[in-house]
Protein backbone atom coordinates (compact mmCIF):
# COMPACT_ATOMS: atom_id res chain seq x y z
CA UNK A 1 0.00 0.00 0.00
CA UNK A 2 1.11 3.46 -0.59
CA UNK A 3 1.62 5.95 2.39
CA UNK A 4 -1.59 7.27 2.27
CA UNK A 5 -3.48 4.41 2.08
CA UNK A 6 -4.20 3.21 -1.17
CA UNK A 7 -3.35 0.32 -2.52
CA UNK A 8 -0.98 -0.04 -5.91
CA UNK A 9 -0.43 -2.81 -8.30
CA UNK A 10 1.56 -4.95 -6.01
CA UNK A 11 -1.17 -5.10 -3.64
CA UNK A 12 -3.53 -6.46 -5.82
CA UNK A 13 -1.16 -9.04 -7.18
CA UNK A 14 -0.46 -10.48 -3.66
CA UNK A 15 -4.18 -10.27 -3.20
CA UNK A 16 -4.87 -11.64 -6.00
CA UNK A 17 -2.34 -14.55 -5.28
CA UNK A 18 -3.32 -15.17 -2.10
CA UNK A 19 -7.11 -15.43 -2.97
CA UNK A 20 -6.04 -18.26 -5.08
CA UNK A 21 -5.04 -20.60 -1.93
CA UNK A 22 -7.29 -22.80 -0.42
CA UNK A 23 -7.70 -22.78 2.72
CA UNK A 24 -5.83 -19.84 3.89
CA UNK A 25 -7.28 -18.92 7.30
CA UNK A 26 -7.18 -15.42 6.55
CA UNK A 27 -8.97 -14.81 2.51
CA UNK A 28 -8.34 -10.86 1.05
CA UNK A 29 -11.63 -9.25 1.38
CA UNK A 30 -13.09 -6.62 -0.94
CA UNK A 31 -10.69 -3.98 -2.20
CA UNK A 32 -11.03 -0.76 0.20
CA UNK A 33 -12.38 2.63 -1.17
CA UNK A 34 -9.61 4.73 -2.80
CA UNK A 35 -9.09 7.34 0.12
CA UNK A 36 -9.41 10.81 -1.17
CA UNK A 37 -6.22 12.88 -2.25
CA UNK A 38 -5.58 16.30 -3.32
CA UNK A 39 -2.01 17.95 -4.60
CA UNK A 40 -1.21 21.27 -2.93
CA UNK A 41 1.90 23.32 -4.18
CA UNK A 42 3.25 26.83 -3.30
CA UNK A 43 3.91 25.39 0.42
CA UNK A 44 7.13 27.18 1.67
CA UNK A 45 8.05 25.02 5.41
CA UNK A 46 9.87 27.38 8.13
CA UNK A 47 11.55 25.99 10.98
CA UNK A 48 9.94 26.66 13.83
CA UNK A 49 12.01 24.42 16.46
CA UNK A 50 13.01 20.89 17.06
CA UNK A 51 11.87 17.83 19.48
CA UNK A 52 13.17 18.81 22.76
CA UNK A 53 11.70 22.70 22.36
CA UNK A 54 7.96 21.43 21.56
CA UNK A 55 8.01 18.43 24.05
CA UNK A 56 7.20 19.91 27.01
CA UNK A 57 3.92 21.32 25.34
CA UNK A 58 3.12 18.39 23.71
CA UNK A 59 3.45 15.17 25.69
CA UNK A 60 1.01 14.25 27.93
CA UNK A 61 2.66 13.82 31.19
CA UNK A 62 0.21 11.26 32.44
CA UNK A 63 1.13 8.94 29.23
CA UNK A 64 5.16 8.96 30.35
CA UNK A 65 6.34 5.77 31.28
CA UNK A 66 9.34 4.97 33.46
CA UNK A 67 10.55 1.66 33.54
CA UNK A 68 14.25 -0.36 33.79
CA UNK A 69 13.39 -1.95 30.57
CA UNK A 70 12.75 -0.01 27.36
CA UNK A 71 8.71 -1.35 26.89
CA UNK A 72 7.94 -2.27 23.19
CA UNK A 73 5.11 -0.25 21.36
CA UNK A 74 2.60 -2.94 22.07
CA UNK A 75 3.58 -3.08 25.73
CA UNK A 76 2.50 0.48 25.53
CA UNK A 77 -0.27 0.34 23.10
CA UNK A 78 1.22 2.90 21.08
CA UNK A 79 0.16 1.29 17.49
CA UNK A 80 1.62 3.62 15.70
CA UNK A 81 3.49 7.51 15.78
CA UNK A 82 6.51 8.11 17.74
CA UNK A 83 8.41 7.03 20.92
CA UNK A 84 11.13 8.45 22.78
CA UNK A 85 13.11 6.56 24.80
CA UNK A 86 15.80 8.49 27.04
CA UNK A 87 17.91 7.54 29.74
CA UNK A 88 20.66 9.40 31.82
CA UNK A 89 23.78 7.99 32.21
CA UNK A 90 25.37 6.67 36.01
CA UNK A 91 28.61 5.06 33.95
CA UNK A 92 30.64 6.15 30.55
CA UNK A 93 32.53 4.54 28.20
CA UNK A 94 30.35 2.46 25.69
CA UNK A 95 28.22 2.00 22.76
CA UNK A 96 24.76 2.66 21.87
CA UNK A 97 23.28 -0.23 19.39
CA UNK A 98 19.97 0.71 17.54
CA UNK A 99 20.87 -2.66 15.30
CA UNK A 100 16.89 -3.77 17.29
CA UNK A 101 15.37 -0.75 15.12
CA UNK A 102 12.90 -1.67 12.55
CA UNK A 103 12.27 1.33 10.77
CA UNK A 104 13.61 4.41 12.17
CA UNK A 105 15.44 5.17 15.20
CA UNK A 106 16.37 9.69 15.20
CA UNK A 107 19.38 9.58 18.23
CA UNK A 108 20.38 12.38 20.38
CA UNK A 109 22.81 12.70 22.68
CA UNK A 110 22.37 15.96 25.15
CA UNK A 111 19.65 17.15 22.74
CA UNK A 112 22.20 17.05 19.92
CA UNK A 113 21.50 14.87 16.93
CA UNK A 114 23.56 12.32 16.34
CA UNK A 115 23.09 9.48 13.18
CA UNK A 116 19.86 7.92 12.93
CA UNK A 117 19.61 4.88 13.00
CA UNK A 118 17.56 3.45 9.81
CA UNK A 119 16.86 -0.36 9.24
CA UNK A 120 18.46 -2.89 8.39
CA UNK A 121 21.81 -0.97 8.24
CA UNK A 122 21.65 0.53 11.63
CA UNK A 123 24.78 2.58 12.81
CA UNK A 124 26.45 2.86 16.59
CA UNK A 125 27.11 5.70 18.52
CA UNK A 126 29.71 6.33 20.88
CA UNK A 127 28.18 7.57 24.12
CA UNK A 128 31.29 8.05 26.21
CA UNK A 129 31.01 9.97 28.96
CA UNK A 130 28.99 9.67 32.74
CA UNK A 131 26.13 11.61 32.98
CA UNK A 132 25.43 12.12 28.93
CA UNK A 133 21.22 11.85 28.00
CA UNK A 134 20.99 9.40 25.26
CA UNK A 135 17.25 10.00 23.79
CA UNK A 136 15.63 7.46 20.97
CA UNK A 137 13.05 8.71 19.18
CA UNK A 138 11.51 5.57 17.50
CA UNK A 139 9.16 6.08 14.56
CA UNK A 140 6.87 3.23 13.99
CA UNK A 141 6.17 3.29 10.49
CA UNK A 142 3.54 0.44 10.11
CA UNK A 143 3.45 -3.47 10.52
CA UNK A 144 4.13 -6.71 9.05
CA UNK A 145 1.30 -8.61 9.17
CA UNK A 146 0.60 -8.91 12.52
CA UNK A 147 -0.94 -12.74 12.31
CA UNK A 148 2.05 -14.07 11.23
CA UNK A 149 5.57 -12.17 12.58
CA UNK A 150 6.67 -10.38 15.43
CA UNK A 151 7.53 -7.54 14.22
CA UNK A 152 9.03 -5.06 17.47
CA UNK A 153 9.99 -1.63 16.55
CA UNK A 154 13.34 -1.48 19.09
CA UNK A 155 15.32 -3.12 20.85
CA UNK A 156 18.51 -1.24 22.00
CA UNK A 157 22.04 -2.66 23.76
CA UNK A 158 23.56 -0.91 25.90
CA UNK A 159 26.96 -2.44 27.69
CA UNK A 160 25.53 -6.01 26.36
CA UNK A 161 21.91 -5.49 28.16
CA UNK A 162 18.75 -4.61 26.78
CA UNK A 163 17.63 -0.74 26.80
Not at 72 to 92: D, H, P
Not at 96 to 106: E, V
Not at 128 to 155: C, F, H, L, M, S
Amino acid sequence: MTENGDYNDKYKTIRDFISGIRGWSHPPQALPTRPATFAQSGITLKKIGNWFDFEAQTINASRCVQNPVAKTFEELNQAMGFVKYSIVLNIGGSVLDGSGIRDFGYVFVNKKFQPAFRAPQAERVEVIAEAERPAIIVENQGRQTWETIKDYKVRFLFKGRKF
